[in-house]
């Protein structure tokens, strides 16, 4: 592994980046510069970013994507910092600790934006891998695709066991969460399931936020230059008045 001094200061490693985006206002409290990291092991089927699945992108030290943010800090401030992005960017979970440490000691606000499936309670070294990362990490912005695990297999092609089970660990260490449900008709919008959700998210000390995200098909260009069918080809954005339901049901906003 390649590392060598930069202006942030220490020696690092490497990571692999789809992009980056100097300027977002939806992934996270404030504006914020976001890191999209290379690779997923889930296959939402509803998923707008299919080039980031699989390995590749561009090498970065995290010096390096250190440097690249603090150029915008004037613009951030205090009100906004940085956002880890995928894909999903804790299977870069050394380089994601790294590099938020790098922005701490910088007095820059990270938040990690994650399905949580990389983590997994039964292995004491992806636990304390994950300590290390939250040592470092001010806000979690947790995907959670669906409450059901087999219904949330159909959707992504994995159980939502390590999911919940990370919510609960950072509910338990003190992590502020931001939850994001994405609503699609037919897939994840059932008022029942709605409601299992909100029940577990009740069971958690540290949600600030639940955010429903309707469905929507920008990302369908994508998949015919990759040469992928789209899986939910004819599905359209839910109506309005089924986000607001969500949202109601699920308390979206702020949590008391």
């Known amino acids: 592994m390649n590392t060598f001094l930069c202006l942030c200061g220490v020696l690092s490693m490497n990571g692999f980046i789809h992009s980056f985006e100097s300027f977002g206002t939806v992934d996270g409290p404030g504006i914020r510069f976001v890191v999209f990291m290379q690779g997923c092991p889930l296959r939402c089927q509803y998923c707008h970013n299919p080039d980031t699945w699989l390995p590749g992108g561009t090498e970065y030290t995290a010096e390096q994507v250190c440097d690249?943010?603090?150029?915008?800090?004037?613009?951030?401030?205090?009100?906004?910092g940085v956002t880890v992005s995928g894909g999903e960017p804790l299977l870069q979970i050394g380089f994601v600790t790294e590099l938020f440490s790098l922005l701490k000691k910088r007095g820059v606000h990270t938040a990690a934006d994650t399905s949580g499936w990389t983590f997994d309670p039964d292995r004491s070294e992806s636990?304390?891998?994950h300590l290390e990362l939250i040592r470092h990490t001010d806000l979690v912005l947790l995907d959670i695709k669906h409450i059901d695990p087999e219904k949330h297999r159909e959707i992504t092609g994995k159980d939502n066991a390590h999911t919940l089970a990370f919510a609960k660990f950072l509910s338990d260490h003190g992590i502020p969460m931001w939850i994001r449900h994405v609503l699609v008709p037919g897939l994840t919008d059932d008022d029942?399931?709605?409601?299992?959700?909100?029940?577990?998210l009740d069971t958690l000390r540290t949600v600030e936020k639940v955010e429903v995200l309707p469905y929507h098909t920008m990302g369908v260009v994508k998949y015919?230059?990759?040469?992928?069918p789209y899986?939910?080809?004819?599905?359209?954005p839910p109506a309005k008045e089924r986000v607001e339901n969500a949202r109601r049901i699920l308390g979206a906003g702020r949590k008391s």
């Not at 015919?224 to 992928?228: A, C, V």
Request: avoid cysteine.
């Open 68 to 80: 690249q943010a603090l150029k915008y800090k004037s613009y951030f401030g205090d009100n906004g």
């Open 127 to 129: 636990v304390e891998k």
């Open 192 to 200: 029942g399931a709605l409601g299992r959700l909100r029940a577990f």
């Open 224 to 228: 015919g230059k990759l040469g992928y």
């Open 231 to 236: 899986p939910l080809e004819g599905v359209l």
